[in-house]
Structures are given as C-alpha cells and as structure tokens.
C-alpha cells in the first residue's frame, strides 16, 4: 500500500485545514488508518484513527472536538478535517495505515505502511 498526503499549509491560528490520504496498490477496505504527527524535536504522536468501515473513530484528547478523521473505502481515501487549529498543532502530519481489521491502535509501532507526510503550520 502506498499512501500520499496532501492539503497541509501555513494557516493562522482559529483557522482550518483538511488533510487527504490517497491510497494505492490495495484497497483499504480491511485496513484500520490513522493519521499522526510529529512535531519539531518531539515524538510522532498519534491524533486520530479509523477502523477499517469508518465505523469506530478515535481521537487524541488534545485534538478531540477539533479534529475528525474520516474515509472513503470506494475512493481508496482518509481524510482529516482540522477545525480552531492552534500553534501547538504545528507538525508534520502523516497517514498510516494497519494490516489489522482490529482495535484501533494508537502506537506508531503497530502501523505497517506511512506516507511522506504533509507539513502544517500554523501562526499564532
């Protein structure tokens, strides 16, 4: 599976911006997909994920009513609608996708393909 991320940017703070994950090589249709971030001189960090139908979602609480992920499986996309963006939420952000059609899981370790990530920025 191959993932590309788009949509990131400079945005002043209160401000939106929705990220896109398109997938290639295999539908993800059996795939949980998360999004994390990482931040300058800090660990990547997962902020939200989806299990394989879109069905169950999960959200860090420092993006929790913020952020929502989200998926097409019929268009091979994940979306991430980031709403009220904040200085903090400054960070390279990258799609991920799992294997397995279980729990979300919230450990950068457990995810099996990533894309190159798309950088956010946003002004204070």
């Known amino acids: 599976v191959q993932l590309v991320e788009s949509g990131g940017g400079l945005v002043q703070a209160g401000g939106s911006l929705r990220l896109s994950c398109a997938a290639s090589?295999?539908?993800?249709?059996?795939?949980?997909v998360a999004w994390f971030r990482q931040a300058p001189g800090k660990e990547r960090e997962f902020a939200a994920g989806s299990s394989w139908s879109g069905g169950r979602t999960s959200h860090a609480d420092s993006v929790k009513g913020r952020f929502t992920i989200s998926r097409e499986n019929a268009k091979n996309m994940v979306y991430l609608q980031m709403n009220s963006l904040k200085a903090e939420d400054t960070a390279v952000y990258y799609c991920?996708?799992?294997?397995?059609?279980?729990?979300?899981?919230?450990?950068?370790?457990?995810?099996?393909?990533w894309g190159q990530g798309t950088q956010v920025t946003v002004s204070s």
């Open positions: 991920a996708a799992r294997r397995s059609p279980l729990r979300i899981a919230t450990m950068s370790s457990e995810y099996d393909y």
């Open positions: 090589g295999r539908t993800l249709d059996m795939y949980n």
